[in-house]
């Protein structure tokens, strides 16, 4: 019989700290829990597109977003950025590498917001030569 209390008091204190762990997923976007106000949005050139090498490149962050924060990598290298404060959030702008010639290239975004949660994102272009 006391084993029994035992193992329904280590499932009592087990498995609630294991479910409050993983925190709320129920929403959408790029972040979740404290993190889904995070979003980026408003992708340009669009998924997918053909574009010329040195091409621009933007897209919206929301306003949880912190803006010195956010960054953009292009097969590993860094990309200087300009971030302007819009209403309700950010425009970030930026130009893709001229070394980047002839070859599909995701621009990948990773930027904090509340709680310091990181949110990444991205979409692919294909570079012309």
């Known amino acids: 019989m006391k084993l029994k209390h035992m193992l329904w008091l280590a499932a009592v204190l087990i498995i609630p700290a294991n479910v409050w762990a993983y925190g709320d997923s129920a929403g959408s976007g790029s972040g979740t829990g404290m993190c889904k106000k995070v979003n980026f949005s408003e992708f340009s ?4 597109a053909e574009v010329a090498p040195q091409s621009a490149f933007s897209f919206y962050a929301t306003e949880s977003t ?10 590993g290298q860094s ?6 404060e819009k209403q ?9 590498p001229d070394t980047l ?8 975004i990773e930027a904090r917001g509340i709680a310091q949660c990181e949110v990444t994102d991205g979409w692919l272009v294909k570079v012309t030569q």
């Open 66 to 75: 912190f803006p010195k924060s956010i960054k953009v990598t292009i097969k």
């Open 101 to 108: 010639r002839g070859a599909f290239a995701k621009i990948n």
């Open 88 to 96: 309700n959030g950010y425009k970030v702008t930026g130009k893709l």
């Open 79 to 84: 990309i200087p950025l300009t971030v302007v």
């Open 45 to 48: 050139p669009v998924n997918n």
